[in-house]
């Protein structure tokens, strides 16, 4: 039987909320004018060499931490983009006076809005904060009784959003952590039936289904909204800045960015953009005041820096980064080429991901059954070997399942490191390998029945069920955990089992990939759960069910939320 990369998981780094695909190029056409090109990493004329970033000096290693070489994108899990100089510059002027904090807030109310064209603009503690922020603002609208009784909105008048379901995600948690009802609706028939009284606002998040033409796009929706007064938040999270910003101009009343991805300043900062009464209750509701959102605090320092950082983007030579980026990719290119059956292909961001995913990526492919090595297994020996290196697995945004390689996005990247990834990607593409096993070995045993299991997480445990069928080395079945039974599938070689499921909720996804050993009535082994860490387990077979029993399980049917 052959054996499949399908149930491996060879991955060193969850990235938790990877961004949303990228929209039309239509409607990227649309603003190339105010877009004016990519951005760049942080540093300038400082280039990085392998004996420099692996020196011991380095702080992280000071403290145990083995850092890494971003060729993977923006993501918050390895620590979002890198500030540029501008920004660290404003954090530091900033850090050397007090100032009521009301004040600061007006100020840098008043710089964003003259930067950007916006009315009003706000520093959050992330974007996913100023979700929450908004939604607390339109649930109160200034009331701090109102404002201070949240999440309990009981006795209040604005209680419930309404949301597209393919707009549902898991950063709508922000949303849901005011108290607010959310109501999902699927086209515009239902949106319009959906709103009443108590409708406090409209959400949407980016992507090709709320971009104009649409049946559900932003345009449609304000069209219906706007003429009953009710506010539009568009969560504009990993996109870059528009000047003005080309939702607002879209009709959105307010938008959310991210300021630590594309703009590149705090990582911790989201920027908040429209509709000044609004964002002034949105402030109310922040810290330094009291209630509901007193734990989401910006540092004036961050404030400072996201001004800077906002600037910095509007003036920088776009077109002088994109160079930079490019040439980056022809040296990873040229390194790899004539390697034996590898291919190269550069993604292009005008033409492949509007707002999204700026920066250009080369996706190198090549046979597997000539270099002895997948593009899962590559990806896992650079992020975990020295120097560690973030890359994507696969055909990167071109999506194809069918690409056996690795994908190398330029946002992250600084100079000197386009060297260090090419050396090291050509390093292990040329090494002598064996050749891929495609048989695999018998199992021990049956696992056909159902299990009781004890997880054991970082701070406590639950009790699970698997029910398990088999077909020789596979197996299939249902997982059942505290609240939900979901499909899994696996395989056992030998004593070694791997399974997996997945928790699906609306907005949310929780994996499991379960591997260890068997013995006789008993498996025990770790549970890899992506972005939440890993959990231990002990599985004891239920001989009371019997092993020919059957499951039915639920095939992805989402969960209410």
């Known amino acids: ?23 039309s190029a239509s409607a990227a056409q649309e603003i190339t004018g105010s877009l004016r090109g990519p951005i ?79 009315e009003w603009g706000v520093v959050s503690a ?31 008048e604005k209680t419930e959003v309404i949301v597209p379901r393919t707009s549902r995600n898991s950063y709508d948690h922000a949303i849901r952590n005011i108290g607010v009802t959310m109501i999902n609706v699927g086209s515009m028939e239902e949106l319009e039936n959906a709103i009443n009284p108590k409708t406090a606002m409209i959400y949407l998040v980016n992507g090709d289904r ?30 870059i800045l528009t000047f003005p910003p080309v939702h607002l101009k879209r009709g959105a009343t307010i938008v959310a960015y991210s300021g630590g991805k594309a703009i590149c300043g705090p990582q911790s900062c989201g920027l908040i953009l429209g509709n000044k009464e609004i964002l002034t209750s949105a402030w109310q509701a922040s810290s330094p005041h009291h209630g509901p959102c007193r734990d989401n605090k910006v540092d004036r320092d961050e404030m400072f820096g996201m001004v800077a950082a906002v600037r910095a983007w509007k003036e920088i030579d776009h077109d002088a980064i994109l160079k930079q980026w490019n040439s980056y990719l022809d040296h990873i290119i040229k390194k790899v080429s004539g390697i034996n059956s590898v291919q190269t292909m550069v993604h292009v961001p005008s033409t492949q991901s509007g707002l999204s995913n700026v920066s250009p990526e080369v996706v190198i492919s090549w046979d597997k059954d000539v270099l002895n090595i997948t593009g899962l297994e590559m990806a896992d020996e650079l992020a975990r070997t020295k120097p560690r290196i973030a890359v994507a697995a696969g055909g990167g945004r071109g999506k194809d399942p069918n690409v056996n390689g690795i994908a190398v996005t330029t946002i992250g990247m600084q100079p000197g490191e386009e060297k260090i990834a090419a050396d090291k990607i050509y390093k ?15 199992p021990a045993q049956s696992l056909a029945g159902s299990w009781d299991v004890d997880v054991k997480f970082s701070s406590s445990s639950a009790k699970h069920k698997l029910f398990l069928e088999q077909d020789g080395n596979w197996i299939k079945g249902g997982h059942q955990t505290t609240f939900a039974v979901s499909d899994l599938s696996g395989s056992i070689e030998g004593n070694q089992i791997r399974l997996q499921s997945a928790l699906r909720l609306i907005g949310d996804h929780v994996p499991y990939t379960f591997t260890g050993t068997v013995s006789g009535d008993q498996m025990t082994g770790s549970i890899f759960m992506g972005e939440y860490r890993s959990a231990q387990f002990t599985a004891v077979r239920d001989k009371k069910a019997g092993p020919k029993q059957k499951i039915f399980v639920p095939s992805g049917a989402p969960l209410s939320s």
């Not at 990369?5 to 060879?10: D, H, S």
């Not at 760049?40 to 020196?55: H, Q, Y």
């Not at 510059?89 to 109310?109: H, P, R, Y």
């Not at 922020?133 to 006795?155: F, M, S, Y």
């Open 1 to 23: 039987m052959k054996r499949r990369n399908v149930l491996k998981t060879l991955t060193l780094l969850p990235f938790a909320g990877g961004a949303i695909q990228g929209n």
């Open 126 to 156: 992330g974007c996913a904060a100023g979700l929450k922020l908004v939604t607390a603002a339109v649930v109160a609208g200034g009331d701090p009784e109102k404002l201070v009784r949240i999440p309990n909105l009981e006795g209040l």
């Open 428 to 442: 292990i593409l040329t090494a002598k390998r064996a050749p891929i096993s495609t048989e695999m070995q018998a």
């Open 210 to 239: 709320s971009w104009t033409g649409a049946p559900m796009s932003l345009e449609n929706i304000v069209a219906v909204a706007k003429p009953k007064n009710i506010p539009v938040l568009f969560d504009a999270a990993n996109e």
């Open 40 to 118: 760049n990493p942080a540093t300038a004329g400082v280039e990085i060499t392998l004996e420099s970033f692996m020196s011991d000096k380095n702080i992280y290693r000071t403290h145990g931490i083995e850092p890494v070489i971003n060729c993977r994108g923006i993501f918050t899990i390895i620590g979002g983009s890198l500030k540029r100089p501008q920004v660290k510059a404003a954090m530091e002027a900033a850090s050397k006076n007090f100032a009521q904090m009301d004040e600061v807030a007006d100020g840098i109310g008043q710089q964003l809005a003259n930067l950007t064209g916006a």
